[in-house]
Every structure is written in C-alpha cells, then in structure tokens.
C-alpha cells in the first residue's frame, strides 16, 4: 500500500506514534510518505519505503497568521497525486484532518476518491479540540472520516460525552511499543554517573505542558527522598519547565534533580530506572509510561483517561487521584523496597508485552482496507 501519514514532527505521543507506525509499515513492504512541516523526530531513512514530503509555509505581509491548513491540503493533494496514495492517515484531529477533507473534495473534482483515516490521541478532543474555537470543525472533520480511531477506550467514550454531534463509528487501536527498541540495557556506568551511592532512580519524561503536573512528579520526589536515598531525571521540555527548576530550588532538592531536556536515546535513560512518575490530569493512553514499563520500569500515575488500560493496579504499579501527591509518594515507596522492586520490574514488562508493536500494526493495516473499501463503494 501507498500510505500517507500527516501529524505533528515533533516530540510528543502523537508524532511518535505516527512515525514509529510509519516505519514499522515500512519494514513490513508498504511504502509510507510523510507529510509534515519538519522531518519528524525519529524518522531515519534507512528502509527504503520511508519517504519525506515538506510543507512549506509561506509567509506574505498580509498573513498575520501563515494559513497552515491550506498549504498542508494543497502539498496532501500534491503528493496523493504524483505519488498515485492508497490512503491517508491523519495524526491528531487539528488540523489534520480538517485538512485532509478540502483534500479530498479538491481530489474528488479529478475524480480521485482518496481514503482518509484519522487518529485521535488525546488532547486533539480532551483539551484543546473540545474548545468552542474548534468545536464545530473538529467535528465536521471526524464525522467526514472514513475511519475513525483513538488511542483508548477512554478517549473513544470521552470523544462522544464531549461531542454531541459526532455520529461516527470510532474504532480502538491502542498505543503500541518496538521491545527490541524498548528493553533493559546493561547501562551501569550511566547509573553509577547518576547515582553515585546507588540511589533509587525516579524518572519523569513529557513535554512540559501544565496537563502534566510536572510539580507533582516533584512533589512526590520529595516525600522519596525523606524515606530514602533518591535521585530524580526530568526529560523533556516546555512551558512549565521554568516553574519546575523554581519549585526545585524552593523544595532544597535542587541536587538531587537533573533535567535532562530533550533526548533520543529516552530507552537508554530508563534502562537505569527504578520508577517512572506520571501524575498527569488528563492521558488518553501514556505512551511514555508504556516506554518505560517496557524497560522493566514501573509506574506511579494518576488514575485518568486511558492509564488504567495500561497499568494493572498493583501489578504493574499503582495509580491515584489526579494530585493525590501523598498517595502516590506512598505507593512509590512501597514499589522501590528491595523485596518488591524486583517484582513490580517483572510484571511492567510483562504488561507492556500486550502493546507489542507487531499485534497493533495489523489493526491499522485493517482501518486502512475498509477506508478503501468504503471510497470503493462511493464510487
Ligand atoms: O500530551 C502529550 O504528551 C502529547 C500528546 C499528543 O497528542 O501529541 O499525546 C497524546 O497522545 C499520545 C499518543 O497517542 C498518548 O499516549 C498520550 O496519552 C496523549 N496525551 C494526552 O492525552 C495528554
């Protein structure tokens, strides 16, 4: 199949997930195009299937705001064109899949009938897609869909309580983990580095935002390290991070707490962790909590959205009440005691075993033969 992909190329669940799917649909014979404004974070071109289509946006005196929708539609119709698409994959509803619609009407004027095929992620309907300034289209653009899909069966409820217009069938296709990638390395020079003393390891990864309630991770940081010795990494960046190096410095844990920015090598980090903290208010899935549970690394969480499909309470590790920050601290505790860590290591991988990538892609291998199936019969 000829396959294009459209999402957001920069670190984030969203993109990851639609260029990790690009990728392995590579490997597999499919030949992908990705259509976006930068080469995403973690595509590299060693399969030969993989392709990068830029969208250049240009500015004019007149365009206070640079129309991206347009530009975006017209390279989505450039490219179904020359590069003949079977199908179009849209990541994250705003403005993907807006796009892809004046796409398809422009196509279907040649007599193009181009398949589309939009995944809702998370905050695309939780945060900034139910808002009244995208309402109306956010809607238009997953009813006008051939299929549908979102990352849990949270986010599929939530997408309907949220939008009372959307009438459209939403298929599940959870997040999904390349354990060949994602597994245990032997990295004891990098946590001796780290944790000199052998420390327990806490890690945190996101971007930043305020939905992460990155002062909780430190929150509860502090209550470790007053049971016992503790280091924290925090990776990733954004808005809040400022606020979190203040907090930091107001808490006096300042030493015991490394921000590690933006990194590739994230399975490198969390092969030397001992557990991973996502206190999150809203997660439709919590695709970073997967990466770590697949590095043996258990989960402390809120008890939000799709984390409870991911996280078996007491198993794999424990989730909370959105800024219960002493019930977290406890339940961190009780993971990071020598006669349970052990264990608790044991369970995460063996959870995250469900979520291999090898049993998702043919789901959406399926979404993408009934989008084609369903333009067939417009025909
Ligand atoms: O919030 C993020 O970290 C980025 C965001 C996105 O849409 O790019 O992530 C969402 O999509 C991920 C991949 O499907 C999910 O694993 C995350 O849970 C989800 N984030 C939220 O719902 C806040």
Redesign the pocket.
């Given at each position: 199949m000829k396959i294009g992909i459209v999402c957001?190329p920069t670190f984030?669940?969203?993109?990851?997930?639609a260029t990790e799917l690009g990728k392995s649909l590579a490997s597999i014979g499919h030949q992908v195009h990705f259509i976006t404004y930068e080469q995403p974070t973690r595509l590299d071109f060693l399969s030969t299937g993989l392709h990068y289509h830029k969208v250049d946006i240009q500015t004019y005196p007149l365009f206070k705001y640079p129309p991206y929708e347009l530009v975006l539609a017209s390279k989505m119709v450039n490219v179904v064109r020359s590069e003949q698409l079977d199908v179009l994959h849209l990541h994250?509803a705003i403005p993907h899949a807006s796009a892809a619609y004046m796409a398809k009407q422009i196509l279907r004027e040649e007599g193009i009938h181009i398949p589309t095929v939009t995944t809702l992620?998370?905050?695309?309907i939780?945060?900034v897609g139910k808002e009244e300034n995208f309402a109306p289209v956010v809607t238009f653009s997953i009813n006008q869909s051939d299929v549908v899909t979102a990352?849990s069966e949270s986010l599929r409820r939530q997408t309907f309580d949220l939008f009372d217009k959307v009438h459209h069938e939403i298929l599940v296709i959870p997040?999904f983990i390349d354990l060949n990638r994602f597994t245990r390395q032997k990295k004891e020079h990098f946590k001796k580095a780290i944790c000199p003393e052998n420390e327990k390891l806490i890690v945190h990864a996101?971007?930043f935002?305020k939905?992460?309630r990155v002062d909780d991770v430190v929150k509860v940081f502090a209550q470790i390290r007053k049971a016992m010795p503790a280091k924290l990494l925090l990776i990733g960046d954004g808005p809040e991070r400022r606020s979190i190096e203040r907090l930091c410095q107001e808490t006096q844990i300042c030493q015991d707490v490394r921000f590690l920015g933006e990194t590739d090598a994230i399975e490198e980090v969390l092969s030397v962790a001992d557990l991973f903290v996502m206190p999150?208010e809203?997660?439709?899935?919590?695709?970073?909590a997967l990466e770590a549970m697949a590095c043996e690394v258990p989960v402390v969480a809120s008890n939000v959205?799709?984390l409870p499909e991911l996280i078996e309470q007491g198993l794999s590790g424990f989730m909370s009440h959105v800024g219960d920050v002493d019930d977290m601290a406890k339940n961190a505790i009780h993971i990071l005691q020598e006669q349970n860590l052990v264990k608790f290591k044991k369970q995460a991988l063996e959870r995250a075993k469900n979520f291999e990538i090898s049993k998702i892609v043919p789901l959406y291998e399926q979404a993408y033969e009934e989008a084609i199936q369903k333009n067939m019969i417009i025909r």
């Open positions: 957001y984030g669940g969203s993109g990851v997930v994250y992620h998370g905050t695309d939780t945060l990352v997040n996101s971007n935002r939905v992460k999150s809203k997660e439709s899935f919590g695709l970073a959205g799709g």
